[in-house]
């Protein structure tokens, strides 16, 4: 026992926590494109990763599933449930813009990154074949002063993995 610890067959207290708003969310597509294709389809995605504000992940469910061993690689798990993105939309309308475009792309991967507070992956989750199930814009109010317009989007996948590492990874080794 740690004569340290307040708590009895505790040692030292509790470990630094995983902090909320440290995760990045990359939307990948798979398409055959023009080069000006591309570069758009690159924007869009863009637009969506850095207006993301928030995020709801599926529910984890362990029924009827045996988990996969090890740590570091990501394993195929059961999710339940859509990923909920808010998403801000900026002057340009590009958030919106992109959200049309993926809403008629089968091809999507959302790769969510939970990050250790600098530029390293703790833990990763990568939803496979996501589409657009729904968006719903926030309300238009003359009142509200002056908040921004977001978009709630909910997203249905046929598959998810995920993955955590003791040892955080480069966020490049995972997209």
Request: with cysteine; charged share 20%.
């Amino acid at each position: 026992m740690d004569s340290t610890s307040p708590i009895p067959g505790i040692s030292g207290g509790i470990l630094r926590p995983k902090l909320s708003h440290h995760f990045v969310v990359r939307f990948l597509v798979q398409a055959d494109a023009t080069e000006d294709e591309a570069k758009k389809i690159a924007s869009h995605l863009n637009a969506l990763s850095m207006q993301t504000v928030s995020l709801q992940l599926p529910t984890r469910s362990f029924e009827g599933v045996l988990p996969e061993a090890g740590e570091g690689k990501l394993k195929n798990v059961k999710m339940e449930g859509p990923l909920t993105i808010t998403i801000e939309d900026d002057i340009t309308s590009a958030a919106v813009e992109a959200l049309e475009y993926l809403g008629s792309n089968p091809a999507l991967t959302i790769v969510v990154l939970k990050m250790d507070g600098n530029d390293q992956v703790c833990n990763a989750y990568r939803f496979s074949r996501a589409h657009i199930s729904s968006y719903e814009h926030t309300l238009l109010d003359y009142g509200d002063g002056g908040e921004g317009c977001a978009y709630t989007v909910k997203f249905n996948f046929k598959a998810a993995q995920f993955g955590s590492f003791p040892t955080p990874v480069e966020m490049k080794d995972l997209l």
